[in-house]
């Protein structure tokens, strides 16, 4: 089965700063990546998918980006954070319609 | 707007009794609804799953039931234990391996 590895775990950022969390898989190949944001007591808000590497696809008009170097890799940046940037993010992947989810990075930004 | 509505937003059970989660969604596309499970500061787990074919599925102490006419599903949790006490989350998705997720019910299980 798989496993899904994020880190960092918890990250405090100044308002401006860049951001690089990443996302790593192991156990499959070729997955469905995802990346999703869930602010304090909220629910999950899906930011980009991606189906292979270089294909990205952005569900909502924000300040962040997301790239997929590699099959087992997906990295979400930002170049300049908001305060509105802080919150739970976590990685998924998926084979069929089942999402398995990573541990998630905390990130506050100041 | 969102796709998959979730009620309530939380709820309170005493040990040993039922936890009721409902969500209703609008799309007949949907053919897959899942149910997760978030502990605080961890990643949501997949806790069982149903497809329209299926009125009913029980894995343990949880079960799902499904009514497709109405377009609602919901989780039951019997036994309620302390251990239970987290948020769930339900799902749908229509093929195209997005899930468009409920907002999420936060269950307390007092002892």
């Known amino acids: 089965s798989q496993t899904i590895h994020q880190w960092p775990a918890t990250l405090v950022q100044p308002v401006g700063s860049p951001l690089s969390l990443e996302c790593t898989v192991e156990g499959t190949s070729n997955p469905n990546l995802y990346w999703y944001r869930q602010a304090a007591g909220r629910g999950l808000q899906l930011l980009f998918y991606?189906?292979?590497?270089?294909?990205i696809s952005s569900e909502v008009p924000q300040n962040l980006s997301a790239s997929r170097p590699q099959d087992r890799q997906f990295i979400l940046s930002s170049k300049k954070l908001l305060l509105s940037d802080s919150g739970f993010y976590l990685c998924?992947?998926?084979?069929?319609?089942?999402?398995?989810f990573g541990p998630g990075t905390r990130l506050l930004v100041l | 707007q969102q796709q998959v509505k979730q009620s309530p937003q939380s709820l309170i059970v005493q040990k040993g009794g039922i936890s009721i989660i409902n969500c209703a969604y609008e799309?007949?596309?949907?053919?897959?609804f899942p149910w997760y499970q978030q502990f605080p500061g961890k990643g949501p787990a997949l806790l069982i799953a149903?497809?329209?074919?299926?009125s009913e599925k029980k894995e343990g102490r949880f079960t799902i039931s499904f009514n497709k006419s109405a377009k609602q599903f919901s989780l039951h949790i019997m036994d309620s234990q302390p251990g239970d006490s987290a948020t769930y989350f339900c799902a749908a998705s229509k093929g195209d391996y997005k899930l468009s997720f409920g907002a999420g019910t936060t269950v307390t299980v007092r002892a």
């Open positions: 149903i497809r329209p074919d299926v």
């Open positions: 991606s189906v292979g590497i270089g294909q």
């Open positions: 998924a992947c998926s084979k069929s319609e089942t999402q398995y």
């Open positions: 799309n007949t596309a949907f053919d897959y």
